[in-house]
């Protein structure tokens, strides 16, 4: 009996201590390819690390020398004088790219304030002028909201005849007068 218990006990400690391990042709081979997948995976890193950085520079480079398309000529918000026909406060189509111009921005800085000031030639009695350079400046106002600017962000205000851009009493002149300007505060 003592000796089937000693076989036993010899027999499943040679099993537990006999399990096979696996069988490694050349360690310092599997040791080489572990370091080169680091050294692989390293370089990986350093280059993303790279890539962001240059990428975050370019951005502030590009901040930096960014103009304020207010203050740039070439902007389409250079534009800032929409002209009417006489008597009438529709807008003429050649404006429209103009007006979306200044939508686009005023709803793309919701901050910003801008004041629509409508003008009118000199015919027509004080009271007139001044009801039609409102209708002007309201439909300027109109094709805004109709774009997404928030009313909050506009200003109408009517000058008539008040404030002409032109000083000649021809047609020339009532041509430059029939207007609204498109202004934003400092």
Not at 41 to 51: G, K, T
Not at 107 to 124: F, I, K, S
Not at 135 to 141: E, G
Request: hydrophobic share 40%; charged share 30%.
């Amino acid at each position: 009996m003592v000796s089937m218990r000693w076989m036993v006990v010899v027999l499943a400690a040679g099993l537990l201590a006999g399990c096979p391990k696996p069988i490694v042709e050349d360690e310092g081979a599997a040791d080489q390819q572990v370091t080169a997948a680091e050294a692989e995976a390293e370089r990986a890193r350093q280059a993303e690390a790279a890539r962001r950085a240059a990428e975050t520079a370019a951005m502030q480079e590009a901040q930096a020398t960014q103009v304020d398309p207010l203050q740039d000529p070439a902007s389409p918000l250079a534009q800032r004088i929409i002209y009417f026909d006489f008597d009438r406060s529709d807008i003429r189509s050649e404006y429209l790219q103009t007006i979306t111009a200044h939508a686009r921005y005023l709803v793309a800085h919701p901050d910003q304030m801008v004041r629509l000031e409508g003008h009118a030639d000199e015919r027509g009695s004080r009271e007139y002028n001044i009801a039609l350079g409102d209708r002007r400046a309201q439909a300027v106002r109109r094709v805004f909201l109709f774009q997404g600017v928030r009313a909050q962000q506009i200003e109408v205000v009517s000058y008539g005849e008040e404030r002409p851009q032109a000083q000649g009493h021809d047609e020339a002149s009532w041509d430059r007068n029939r207007r609204v300007e498109i202004k934003y505060p400092n």
